[in-house]
């Protein structure tokens, strides 16, 4: 699978736009580029996924880049409980294969008042 | 609809002990994970399953692990002898098999905590 490069950390102003950047450079043409988030003490929640197309679900957007080598996750209104470890990851889910999912450091958002 | 659920949430354990750790995926998911994440640390692959047989047990650590799926549903996970290196948030996840995606949607996690 791809790895993938995030910001250890970033601040956002409640009720303000979170954009969380993740490079990608070596994405396949069959892996998808997928977003989670681990609330302290929590199991992994899933937020978003998609392949090429800019993607749009009730918690988050996700942007690709034409080249598909980088995204971003935008969670338009950031709250105070979106403070949370956001991990970007790249697997072929559509694949004949199951996926080992590998969770890098990912990126400490921190939403203040 | 219900999603992936664990129990028990918190286990304390006294080295040596055996502990049960069990898993119920999300109704009509045919593919079970589990997963292990010690403190500040990423996601450790441990065992897969497709239905009840494990085609990957390849992560787990030692043969004092060892996992078995039911009615192709609930999942135990199974440490003998505890150690205190297996002090962790044992995670488990499932997901959708065939032509779909293969999102995998994670549970709380067990909280093992051996003394």
């Known amino acids: 699978d791809a790895k993938t490069t995030q910001p250890p950390s970033m601040d956002c102003a409640e009720g303000r736009a979170a954009n969380l950047p993740c490079n990608h450079s070596t994405i396949s043409g069959n892996e998808y580029v997928y977003w989670y988030r681990q609330i302290h003490s929590q199991g992994p929640q899933y937020i978003i996924h998609?392949?090429?197309n800019n993607e749009t679900n009730e918690m988050a957007s996700l942007i690709i880049t034409e080249d598909r080598k980088s995204s971003t996750l935008i969670l338009p209104h950031a709250t105070l409980r979106d403070t949370a470890v956001y991990y970007c990851i790249v697997y072929n889910a559509g694949g004949t294969s199951y996926g080992k999912l590998t969770f890098g450091q990912g990126t400490i958002l921190t939403v203040h008042p | 609809g219900a999603g992936v659920s664990q129990s028990p949430s918190n286990k304390v354990t006294e080295k040596g002990k055996d502990v049960e750790l069990r898993c119920d995926p999300i109704?009509?998911?045919?593919?079970l994970y589990w997963y292990r994440q010690s403190l500040g640390q990423g996601l450790e692959f441990l065992i897969y399953?497709?239905?009840?047989?494990?085609?990957?047990k390849s992560g787990l650590p030692s043969d004092r692990f060892s996992a078995e799926r039911t009615g192709g549903s609930v999942s135990t996970l199974t440490i003998q002898r505890t150690q205190q290196e297996d002090s962790a948030v044992y995670l488990c996840?499932?997901?959708?098999?065939?032509?779909?995606?293969?999102?995998?949607?994670f549970g709380p996690g067990t909280r093992l905590l051996v003394l």
């Open positions: 399953f497709q239905g009840n047989s494990a085609p990957d």
């Open positions: 998609g392949l090429k």
């Open positions: 109704s009509g998911h045919t593919a």
């Open positions: 996840a499932s997901s959708f098999t065939g032509r779909g995606l293969k999102t995998q949607y």
